[in-house]
Nanobody, 120 residues
Framework: HVQLVESGGGSVQVGGSLRLSCVAS????????MGWFRQIPDKEREAVAG???????SYADSVKGRFTISQGTNKNTVHLQKNNLRAADTAMYYC???????????????RGRGTQVTVS
């Protein structure tokens, strides 16, 4: 059983920045992908960014050039630096982990409880 704990959400003005962090613990063996997805009520999950244990990254088109995902010194930690935030970025952000960051990995990934980001 893997546990994921997010931090860093909050309210920010359009154009502002936030940094989300996530720490994974427990059964992380075989989970080479960590990342983030977001969700708003009555909508499906939307992948935001993922990072593999080798450092390769992937981003949703809507956040490319604005968001940066990175690993901490401990590879069980991942950060999401979010710049130039837009109102459309408002959502609950979940940290997730899976075997690989391929396809719709985020749809069945283990996830944390989430952290709310509100941009207005």
């Amino acid at each position: 059983h893997v546990q994921l704990v997010e931090s860093g959400g909050g309210s920010v003005q359009v154009g502002g920045s936030l940094r989300l962090s996530c720490v994974a613990s427990g059964d992380t063996i075989g989970r080479y992908c960590m990342g983030w997805f977001r969700q708003i009520p009555d909508k499906e999950r939307e992948a935001v960014a993922g990072i593999e244990s080798d450092g390769s990254t992937s981003y949703a088109d809507s956040v490319k050039g604005r968001f940066t995902i990175s690993q901490g010194t401990n590879k069980n930690t991942v950060h999401l630096q979010k710049n130039n935030l837009r109102a459309a970025d408002t959502a609950m952000y979940y940290c997730a982990t899976a075997t690989r960051c391929v396809g719709a990995w985020y749809k069945s990934a283990s996830r944390g409880r989430g952290t709310q980001v509100t941009v207005s």
